[in-house]
T-cell receptor, first 113, second 113 residues
């Protein structure tokens, strides 16, 4: 069974600084997708960034980037120039072919003014 | 362009009762998935509907059932409610056949007393 592990229940970062959230996963598949979702208090899960496993280049979306290490089954999220609006729960998710997503337990990010 | 909409926002039920939650997918999406998010946990996959049929199912008992209508909207039904069914229920939509990320609604908070 696929499992996604987020070992940091809580993280904090000073505004304008950089923070990295960790995620590891377990799979025997070679073709899959990885995602980071953000869940603010409004409860809606919002896509932050996605990575296709067949792509070696790390995905980047503005201030958000990932460090994808396929052999190590690691998928960390780096947030640069942190803003107050970045405060939320962050979930790492795995999806293989088909549409079932597997989520980690989340990391609560606090941004300190 | 309307996103995923869910109703109701909150619901309180008594143990043993039945509940129906509703979801309208994002415009252009034909696949609806339901997830259960217990407090402090990541979302857990319940099932997915496409072309009005259940296509995939997670590890949930038969008390959880669903339906998809010709307009792609969906319902989640839970019978014989247990205290442990208290959770945030998230609906997510996507496009079948494309490796699109899930688009989530704001969820329905179900409390079973």
């Amino acid at each position: 069974a696929q499992t996604v592990t987020q070992s940091q229940p809580e993280m904090s970062v000073q505004e304008a600084e950089t923070v990295t959230l960790s995620c590891t996963y377990d799979t025997s598949e070679s073709d899959y997708y990885l995602f980071w979702y953000k869940q603010p208090p409004s409860r809606q899960m919002i896509l932050v960034i996605r990575q296709e496993a067949y792509k070696q280049q790390n995905a980047t979306e503005n201030r958000f980037s990932v460090n994808f290490q396929k052999a190590a089954k690691s998928f960390s999220l780096k947030i640069s120039d942190s803003q107050l609006g970045d405060a939320a729960m962050y979930f790492c998710a795995y999806k293989r072919t088909g549409n079932q997503f597997y989520f980690g337990t989340g990391t609560s990010l606090t941004v300190i003014p | 362009d309307a996103g995923v909409t869910q109703s109701p926002t909150h619901l309180i039920k008594t143990r043993g009762q039945q509940v129906t939650l509703r979801c309208s997918p994002k415009s252009g999406h034909d696949t609806v998935s339901w997830y259960q998010q217990a407090l402090g946990q990541g979302p857990q996959f319940i099932f997915q509907y496409y072309e009005e049929e259940e296509r995939q199912r997670g590890n949930f008992p038969d008390r959880f059932s669903g339906h998809q209508f010709p307009n792609y909207s969906s319902e989640l039904n839970v019978n014989a409610l247990l205290l442990g069914d208290s959770a945030l229920y998230l609906c997510a939509s996507s496009v079948r056949g494309l490796q699109t990320p899930l688009h989530f609604g704001n969820g329905t908070r179900l409390t079973v007393t």
